[in-house]
């Protein structure tokens, strides 16, 4: 395989598992950039894949099904930093207390990720061949803009006084 199209399907892995995230936690009407929308974050690539009604309701039945297992990956994730935080915030800094919890949350994070990989790939299926091509080519544009952000203009670089 190409090592363009690896780098695309990590970035559509990448994609996927945040949709996954925020389409399992957020509510109907939740925030997003520019204000509040009533479609999932799927919604973004929904539009521009053309999904039928069909593809829709497969995609939906693939993250209710994955819900429970996504749920307390992400409970945990919740949980171990909101430890670490209790951490800093009463005492001086232990790495001895730190370490343990940090590891813990490395496995999570493992865990989490392969099960994002998994429903990514089981969401890609759903795809029909145009539209897998379609989402290669929306992911590289997204990712080549993450990589090379613009620079800010002189009025957002420095501060008002």
Partial sequence: MKASVKWVLAA???SVATVV??????????WRRGGMSREPMFGMFARQLDLTA???????QILAKEKSAVQPLMEQVAQTRYQIAQLALNGPFDESQ??????????TMQDLIVQRARIESELIQVLRSDQKTKLSQLLASRQQ???NPPAPTPSQAAPNP
């Fill in 12 to 14: 559509l892995a990448l």
């Fill in 21 to 30: 995230a925020v389409s399992q936690t957020a509510a109907p009407g939740h």
């Fill in 54 to 60: 069909q593809q829709r309701t497969q995609i939906h």
């Fill in 98 to 107: 730190v370490r343990p919890l940090a590891a813990q949350q490395t496995q």
């Fill in 145 to 147: 803009k993450l990589m």
